[in-house]
């Protein structure tokens, strides 16, 4: 089935440093999404991509939506310690059903 | 604004007892449900999903059923649960009917096995 090859798994950083971390898949898709996960709760949408080159910010977190439509990144700058947390990218294929394809996460941790 | 109930959000069971998780959606009409697992410190594993009333589609086999006997509500049930069920259940529902929406989490509940 589908995978989604997300990286890095884990990272450690100084407050105030920017932090990149992207997906890669064979597959396809017509959206990709970028989630956050705290500790104990449920994933909270950050932002959700539906065009091939698009590029989209949120605050200090950027994301973008690769042209081949197999990869997208995530970019979150100067960063601080509530960025804590364990990050998701997710594909969705074209389809009613609203399937998504996870990756495994990328856990960032910040230093204050 | 849509929101999304899950509960209890923390369960400790014992092995071979039954389970029932409840998830209800307010705000939308139609929703496509999702219920999913995920490991302590790993991603997300999609247990059922379901587009309409009574449809669910199942995508791994295991000790779990899914329900939905109302269009805003999806419930996970278990007749016997087994020590591999623990983990952290999620809840999560989209717009129906159309490609390309994103889905919303509940908060989850946080089930032990003991």
């Known amino acids: 089935g589908q995978q989604l090859n997300q990286s890095p798994q884990s990272m450690f950083i100084q407050e105030g440093e920017d932090v990149s971390m992207n997906c890669t898949s064979s597959s396809i898709f017509n959206t990709w999404l970028w989630y956050k996960q705290d500790p104990g709760e449920g994933p909270v949408l950050l932002i959700a991509?539906?065009?091939?080159?698009e590029l989209t910010s949120n605050g200090r977190l950027t994301a973008q939506f690769g042209i081949t439509r197999k990869d997208s990144f995530l970019n979150i700058s100067a960063s601080i310690p509530s960025d804590v947390g364990i990050y998701f990218c997710a594909g969705q294929l074209a389809s009613n059903t609203g399937k998504l394809i996870f990756g495994q996460g990328t856990t960032l941790q910040v230093k204050p | 604004s849509q929101t999304i109930h899950q509960w209890p959000a923390t369960l400790v069971q014992p092995v071979g007892s039954p389970l029932s998780l409840e998830c209800t959606v307010e705000g939308t009409s139609n929703p496509n449900l999702y219920w999913y697992r995920q490991a302590a410190g790993r991603g997300l594993q999609l247990l059922f999903y379901?587009?309409?009333?009574?449809?669910i589609s199942s995508e791994v086999p295991q000790n779990l059923s899914a329900s939905r006997p109302q269009d805003r509500q999806f419930i996970l049930s278990s007749k016997k649960l087994l020590l591999s069920d623990s983990g952290f259940y999620l809840c999560?529902?989209?717009?129906?009917?159309?490609?390309?929406?994103?889905?919303?989490f509940g908060d989850g509940t946080r089930l032990s096995i003991l």
């Open positions: 991509l539906y065009k091939a080159g």
């Open positions: 379901s587009v309409g009333i009574g449809q």
């Open positions: 999560a529902w989209s717009g129906g009917g159309r490609s390309n929406q994103p889905q919303h």
